[in-house]
């Protein structure tokens, strides 16, 4: 099991917990390694270099697999070199700015940043990035103009913000959760287009912002590498299948603020697609590559 990112992080948490759960339903060991590096980009060509024989899975996210290939040259090209078993659910992001700050729901927020165009600032995790193209669809939906200030990480960016640096964030549960709970931050509402269970109480963007079709979630998913016999693919898809079914998975899934709901083969295919086309021509009108 390939994890494209360093210990500690979500998508190697998740690898782990799908990682044991396979050594213990398929009766061999599957070693997580973690292979950290240009934005996940070295553990997923690793993946996509290797024979297709289903013993070399990936831990895959949505930054080297849905942004990665948008904006800047991959080693790898994910239709052509990559298999998908299946997408293990959906990640809400949230809207947060400060507890002061002057406006008290997401449409008051939105109008005030339409009234002072280029005077609010937001923070992302890195150019590219999930929360920056998160946030950046969710201004061009908006029709405001910010600008973006981003770290390297999404530590350094929630510290900038609780530090006052920057006014606004689109960021997920698992990074910004505990400061919600502790009123660091306050949030205006989530990404996805229906409510989430793990976020009781806050309504979609959507509707909130009034952004009709404002409806992504990060996700998490194992693929493995293209050409793997389909009896393969189709073992592995069952076996995580049953673990996200048992209630001691999806309170594992949901602590790291994911809604699970997989998506096989297919129609994970047909979710990465829509992706692509989706910020393919966002990150075009804009300019962004990332760094």
């Not at 052509?80 to 406006?103: E, H, Q, T, W």
């Not at 996200?244 to 990465?272: D, I």
């Amino acid at each position: 099991m390939v994890i494209p990112w360093p210990p500690g992080q979500a998508t190697d948490i998740i690898g782990r917990i799908i990682a044991q759960h396979l050594s213990a339903r398929l009766g061999q060991t599957v070693v997580p390694e973690n292979r950290p590096g240009a934005g996940g980009m070295i553990g997923t060509d690793a993946v996509a270099k290797a024979a297709p024989d289903g013993y070399t899975l990936l831990s895959a996210s949505i930054g080297p697999i849905t942004f990665g290939p948008l904006v800047q040259r991959t080693p790898y090209d994910v239709a052509r070199d990559l298999a998908p078993v299946c997408s293990f659910g959906i990640a809400p992001y949230m809207l947060l700015v400060k507890p002061d700050f002057p406006a008290a729901d997401a449409r008051a927020f939105v109008a005030l940043l339409k009234r002072n165009p280029g005077k609010y600032t937001f923070a992302s995790s890195g150019i590219g990035g999930a929360q920056h193209l998160l946030t950046a669809l969710f201004n061009a939906r908006a029709g405001v103009d910010a600008l973006h200030v981003p770290f390297q990480g999404s530590g350094p960016a929630m510290a900038a913000f609780l530090g006052g640096s920057v006014d606004y964030a689109i960021e997920t549960p698992a990074a910004a959760g505990a400061l919600v709970r502790q009123g660091s931050l306050r949030p205006l509402g989530i990404s996805t287009a229906r409510p989430s269970p793990l976020l009781p109480g806050l309504e979609p963007l959507a509707s909130a912002a009034d952004l009709p079709g404002y409806d992504i979630g990060g996700w998490n998913g194992l693929m493995t590498t293209a050409g793997t016999p389909a009896p393969i693919i189709d073992r592995l898809l069952a076996e995580v299948t049953d673990g996200l079914a048992t209630p001691e998975l999806r309170e594992r899934f949901a602590a790291l603020g994911m809604e699970v709901g997989v998506l096989g083969p297919e129609a994970f295919r047909t979710m990465l697609r829509a992706q692509w086309e989706l910020f393919g021509g966002l990150i075009r009108q804009l300019g962004i590559r990332a760094e």
